[in-house]
């Protein structure tokens, strides 16, 4: 009962999270299923399946708060379909002793580089308006979608700050697009994992708790998207997915590291976290009074990139 009553309030912050930040949802889930020692591909199928839900309302919500460009939905999140089923297709296939530590370095990464993201860069503001490209999406949604799948998530880590990055529309349309054409993807990896895996080692009850957390979450999430500045939950968000993947892979049969390797790691990587996490707080709070200094309103925590 106290690991549903925990998966409920995981699933909770993680789509609170996800919905605000347009990311980190499956990546948070299922960094903390492998912490309780469940089947990489069991736990990224249990996520998905879980998603389906979630981002169906998280879509819906969005879409009322007028967060939603149909268009990139349609193009990214097609292709992103197609490589979600080849993802879970092949982690499907992968064993479980192989896969813990395959999973745990791809979160690793992904955790890294949203760390590096948010806490180094603000958000290009220039190019507002600017179609943005199928040539550019398509391959930006098979990579998403094969990530998340075999990743466990990735699709908002993988494809949020691309567009961002790209300046051509507003953080809240990004992670709102986002955030819906993700119903496709989960339909797909759930698909493929079902296939792949059958019903085996899918606990139906973690299934429900997941989604319950995520589905009384995701209209909070679509509202606070307008109001929670992206570049401080990108680090916090980051943080915690490295810290809890460094400690995964230090106990893996790959590296087997010493404890005190493994407290130095963990010392290391908690005060990087920290570091990254007071920087960023103070960037916005800086870059919010040059904003209000200037023309007397309150900054919407969007910075923009040096040139």
């Known amino acids: 009962m106290r690991t549903l009553v925990l998966l409920g309030l995981a699933g909770m912050a993680a789509q609170l999270v996800d919905g605000s930040l347009g990311m980190a949802y499956g990546v948070t889930s299922t960094t903390l299923l492998l912490a309780v020692s469940t089947n990489p591909a069991a736990a990224s199928a249990t996520v998905h399946l879980a998603e389906i839900g979630t981002t169906l309302v998280s879509g819906l919500s969005h879409w009322r708060f007028g967060n939603v460009d149909w268009k990139v939905v ?128 899918i606990e139906a009850s973690w299934v429900a708790v997941l989604l319950a957390g995520g ?20 680090p916090a968000v980051g943080g915690l997915i490295v810290l809890t993947n460094t400690r995964t892979i230090l106990r893996s049969d790959w590296v087997d590291a010493g404890d005190g390797v493994r407290a130095a790691a963990y010392t290391l990587a908690a005060v990087a976290w920290a570091g990254a996490l007071a920087y960023s707080i103070r960037a916005h709070l800086t870059q919010r009074d040059v904003v209000d200094t200037v023309t007397g309103r309150e900054g919407d925590g969007v910075e923009p990139v040096a040139r």
């Open 74 to 201: 349609a193009k990214i999140g097609v292709p992103g379909a197609v490589g979600a089923f080849a993802g879970a297709t092949f982690l499907s296939n992968l064993s479980t002793k192989a896969a813990a530590p395959v999973m745990s370095i791809i979160l690793l990464a992904l955790g890294l580089y949203i760390l590096v993201r948010f806490t180094g860069w603000g958000l290009p503001a220039d190019r507002l308006g600017r179609p943005l490209r199928r040539r550019f999406l398509t391959p930006l949604g098979l990579v998403a979608g094969f990530v998340d799948a075999t990743g466990g998530g990735g699709w908002g880590p993988v494809g949020t700050p691309a567009i961002l990055a790209s300046g051509r529309m507003e953080p809240r349309k990004v992670i709102g697009s986002i955030d819906t054409s993700e119903f496709m993807v989960a339909v797909a990896a759930s698909a493929g994992f079902l296939v792949g895996l059958g019903s085996q080692n």
């Open 215 to 234: 589905v009384v979450a995701a209209p909070v999430a679509a509202w606070l998207v307008r109001h929670v500045p992206p570049r401080v939950l990108g």
